[in-house]
């Protein structure tokens, strides 16, 4: 698996302003993955982030909103912009690893980002 | 038609027993298919990964796939008031590496 860290683990702000969220993990991982999972839904993906590029983001989000920066191979930050109560959610990191030698890579996640925008 | 359903439960089973969880597919291209346990407050963690058709054993856990019927399921055998948790399916969708993920089934497995 991945050891994986993100910071903070929960915060709550006020609408209007911003909040970065960064993930680092323990050792070098070629693609990174920024999710959101709201109150009791699935986890939904924001967007992709490569080393030296620029992130892909999904239908229904933009660069804008969720400016991500991908400085190195271990980590990551993801930025939630001009915040409103409906970004209240659990946003998420996660790396690709073959869980076993010569198997697909599949993902392992962060502990999550608990936000409350009020 | 969503891309990965699942009952959302809860499903509710006595210890001991078996807890089958279930999960269909749209993409007929798909080749991974994955289990994720969430315990509430937490993220998700896999349990789970199988990519042939068939069974495959891991413990207490079994995945089942069937392709040609875009369908894959999880069963929990001697289920644990600890097993109770949401369990999401995910696929691997559009011949990439995006994971696509189902609602997820909450599992209750009671005294």
């Known amino acids: 698996s991945a050891v994986i860290s993100q910071k903070p683990s929960r915060d709550i702000c006020q609408r209007g302003t911003s909040l970065t969220i960064q993930c680092q993990v323990d050792s070098q991982v070629t693609m990174m993955f920024w999710y959101r999972q709201q109150p009791g839904q699935s986890l939904t993906l924001i967007a992709t982030?490569?080393?030296?590029?620029?992130?892909?983001?999904e239908s229904g989000f933009v660069i804008d909103k969720f400016p991500i920066s991908r400085p190195n191979l271990t980590f990551s930050t993801l930025t939630v912009s001009n915040m409103s109560p409906e970004d209240s959610s659990i946003y998420l990191c996660?790396?690709?690893?073959?869980?076993?030698?010569?198997?697909?890579?599949?993902?392992?996640f962060g502990p999550g980002t608990r936000l409350l925008v009020l | 038609q969503k891309e990965v359903e699942q009952n959302s439960g809860p499903l509710s089973v006595p210890e001991g027993a078996i807890a089958s969880l279930n999960c269909t597919y749209s993409?007929?291209?798909?080749?991974?298919f994955f289990w994720y346990r969430q315990y509430s407050g937490k993220s998700p963690e896999l349990i789970m990964f199988?990519?042939?058709?068939g069974d495959k054993e891991d413990g207490r856990f079994t995945a089942q796939l069937n392709k040609a019927s875009q369908y894959v399921s999880l069963l929990i055998r001697d289920s644990q008031p600890s097993d109770s948790a949401t369990y999401l399916c995910a696929v691997i969708t559009g011949g990439g590496n995006k994971l696509t993920f189902g609602t997820g089934t909450q599992l209750k497995v009671e005294l």
């Open positions: 996660s790396v690709e690893r073959a869980p076993l030698r010569g198997s697909q890579e599949t993902q392992y």
């Open positions: 199988i990519y042939s058709n």
């Open positions: 982030a490569n080393q030296g590029s620029e992130a892909t983001y």
């Open positions: 993409d007929r291209g798909s080749q991974s």
